[in-house]
């Protein structure tokens, strides 16, 4: 299975290809940025297409994040792999950013209770807690970090993510300091990694949001209808 996945979720646009069959990632490319995904995506698949040598249609499947993150760079992200898909005739999945900042835990077993924390600003948090197997513990929630904390302690634990010592800050001091893998986005080759082994839907990917958007229409600066 020859995947193409696309995370444009937080703050960086990056694209990779995967040949599950193999495990080979011919490409992979991810660019630091909190904005312009819009404009740089397309020429970043361009090259990494190229670089593997691959055509569109011989793609089986496009993976792409779909939050929670940037409300702009998720709608990016998910409409270049449903035109993708719809061209390439091909399906496209969608796969939750907390999730693939855990995966590389889950597969290296570490044993850790894994807590994935994204920052949403005014120490407010997107979490989701798993298992050491990768099971769900408490599912993807937006909250204050302190709140996530109490949902969160056991030991031993693992927090990653962008939010990860918003929540060590939180942690109480009477207990054993979690381990902190702090990084803004997930690697783009777990997110390739859980496309190929994500369950296909028959719906096109949607954007997980867990919060309206910050700008939002004013209903009492309105004209009113003649």
Same mark, same amino acid.
């Given at each position: 299975?020859?995947?193409?996945?696309?995370? %444009?979720? !937080?703050? &960086?646009?990056? =694209? @990779?290809?995967?040949?599950? $069959?193999?495990?080979?990632?011919?490409? /992979?490319e991810? +660019?630091?940025?909190?904005?312009?995904?819009?404009?740089?995506?397309?020429?970043?698949?361009?090259?990494?297409?190229?670089?593997?040598?691959?055509?569109?249609?011989?793609?089986?499947?496009?993976?792409?994040?779909?939050?929670?993150g940037?409300? %702009?760079? !998720?709608? &990016?992200?998910? =409409? @270049?792999?449903?035109?993708? $898909?719809?061209?390439?005739?091909?399906? /496209?999945?969608? +796969?939750?950013?907390?999730?693939?900042?855990?995966?590389?835990?889950?597969?290296?077993?570490?044993?850790?209770?894994?807590?994935?924390?994204?920052?949403?600003?005014?120490?407010?948090?997107?979490?989701?807690?798993?298992?050491?197997?990768?099971? %769900?513990?408490?599912?993807?929630?937006?909250?204050?970090?302190?709140n996530?904390?109490?949902?969160?302690?056991?030991?031993?634990?693992l927090?990653?993510?962008?939010?990860?010592?918003?929540?060590?800050?939180?942690?109480?001091?009477?207990?054993?300091?979690?381990?902190?893998?702090?990084?803004?986005?997930?690697?783009?080759?777990?997110?390739?990694?859980?496309?190929?082994?994500?369950r296909?839907?028959?719906?096109?990917?949607?954007?997980?949001?867990?919060?309206?958007?910050?700008?939002?229409?004013?209903?009492?600066?309105?004209?009113?209808?003649?």
């Amino acid at each position: 299975m020859r995947i193409l996945a696309i995370d %444009t979720a !937080l703050e &960086v646009c990056a =694209a @990779a290809v995967l040949d599950a $069959a193999t495990g080979e990632m011919p490409a /992979a490319e991810s +660019l630091d940025m909190a904005r312009g995904h819009a404009e740089a995506l397309m020429p970043l698949i361009a090259r990494i297409m190229d670089a593997a040598h691959w055509e569109f249609a011989e793609l089986d499947r496009i993976a792409v994040t779909v939050g929670p993150g940037s409300f %702009t760079g !998720l709608r &990016v992200g998910i =409409a @270049a792999a449903r035109g993708i $898909a719809l061209a390439a005739d091909r399906p /496209a999945v969608g +796969l939750s950013t907390l999730s693939a900042l855990a995966a590389p835990h889950v597969a290296a077993r570490t044993q850790e209770i894994i807590i994935t924390a994204i920052n949403a600003r005014n120490d407010n948090v997107y979490f989701q807690i798993f298992a050491p197997n990768g099971m %769900t513990v408490v599912a993807p929630r937006l909250d204050q970090a302190s709140n996530a904390v109490r949902e969160a302690i056991a030991e031993p634990t693992l927090i990653t993510g962008s939010g990860a010592a918003m929540l060590a800050a939180h942690w109480p001091s009477g207990l054993p300091r979690p381990r902190i893998d702090l990084r803004a986005a997930p690697e783009i080759g777990w997110v390739a990694r859980l496309g190929a082994a994500a369950r296909e839907e028959n719906s096109s990917p949607k954007p997980l949001y867990l919060r309206r958007p910050d700008a939002r229409p004013q209903d009492g600066g309105r004209l009113p209808r003649r």
